[in-house]
């Protein structure tokens, strides 16, 4: 039997964190027009609505490992851009309640043990489809969900002469070692 180690997923899900206020704190100095403004080539239409798509995915999915209820809103994930529109239209707004997310899966991690993270999750899809899988798993998904708009909102950013610089973990791994 393998043994999963919390600490490590707790690692995953700091270097997650760190890598989102990275990407929004460099939104935050874009101009309200371009933060807001739809282009081509990102997923969700823009820097907002990727954002809001990163941030909305991430409730959604403690939410699955905790049992608690899911935002009434989490069914418009399913539309692009249509999270941002409605639930939160400002970056304020947004950063917000992506600290109050980050709050709460810090807890969970910090909580998290090798048994608890090895435990099978059963949860429902955005369309009601039944799954289970590991903990772990879930884990290293929404990390690898985040790089991937993260990614994108580079993308953006550097298009508007805001790039976030290294977002790989290494960079995180020798900060967090040098401190």
Known sequence: MTTVDAGYFRLLLDYNSWAN????SRAGEASRADYLATVDGLSFGGLHATLAHILT???????RWTGEPQPEWAGAVRQPGAIAATVVPTLEELA??????????REFALAMTDETAAAVIEYRDLAGNPHR?????LIAHVVNHGTQYRAEAA?????????????????????????
């Open 57 to 63: 995915s991430e409730i959604i999915w403690l939410s």
């Open 133 to 137: 899988q590991p903990l772990s798993e």
């Open 21 to 24: 206020s990275v990407i929004l």
């Open 96 to 105: 917000g309640l992506w600290r109050d997310a980050d709050d709460r899966l």
């Open 155 to 179: 993308v953006r950013l550097t298009q508007l002469g805001l790039s976030p610089g290294d977002l790989d973990m290494a960079p995180f791994l020798r900060r967090s070692n040098s401190a």
